[in-house]
């Protein structure tokens, strides 16, 4: 069985977009997806999907949460080999301190890097860095201060990515090898 994992962008963020993991788990298993588990309340599922390729399983949630919930959500579905693959090109992984301030953006779009390329190029100042599948942005000042962490939820690339915590991504990676 293919483990693969969902991140939904904006969903139980603030007030808006609102879903109790236990309905997202059972939305997961009514679509045929086993072993499915929900980390944290932010709409992380890590789930086993046998042969169903990542993207046609996005394309099947985003549906499935927009018809049963009434939320609408950017939905990105990746291997967890393609997580293990985002964990070791962190060019910042040595130099964590506090892992609540580095961020990993997962494109939803891998192969719309442009917007990320010019982000680096506005702040280079920040260390921010662009991998094969998500980019990366070290917060030392925190989350607040970082101007790309800004500009990542704002309109020029928010529906082009969904960012983790390292945290949050560690844990990920962990529930996806159980």
């Known amino acids: 069985m293919a483990i693969q994992i969902a991140l939904f962008r904006g969903i139980n ?3 808006a977009k609102r879903i109790a993991m ?4 059972a ?3 009514d679509l045929g997806f086993s072993n499915v588990r929900t980390l944290l309340n932010s709409g992380n599922v890590v789930f086993e999907a046998g042969r169903s390729a990542p993207a046609a399983n996005a394309a099947r949630i985003a549906a499935a949460l927009a018809e049963r919930t009434g939320v609408s959500a950017n939905t990105l579905v990746l ?3 393609a997580l293990d693959v985002v964990v070791a090109g962190n060019p910042f992984a040595e130099r964590i301190d506090d892992p609540s301030r580095m961020l990993v953006g997962f494109y939803i779009d891998a192969s719309d890097r442009a ?3 010019a982000l680096r190029r506005e702040f280079p100042d920040e260390s921010f860095a662009l991998g ?3 980019c990366y942005l070290r917060c030392d000042g925190g989350i607040l201060e970082s101007r790309i962490a800004d500009a990542l939820g704002g309109s020029k690339v928010r529906d082009r990515v969904t960012a ?3 945290a949050t ?3 990920l990676q962990s529930l996806a090898a159980a």
């Open 169 to 171: 991504v560690s844990k």
């Open 27 to 29: 939305m997961f298993e």
């Open 115 to 117: 917007p990320f390329e």
């Open 164 to 166: 983790r915590n390292w």
């Open 79 to 81: 291997q967890a080999k």
């Open 13 to 15: 963020v603030g007030k």
């Open 132 to 134: 094969e599948h998500a």
């Open 22 to 25: 236990a309905e997202l788990k």
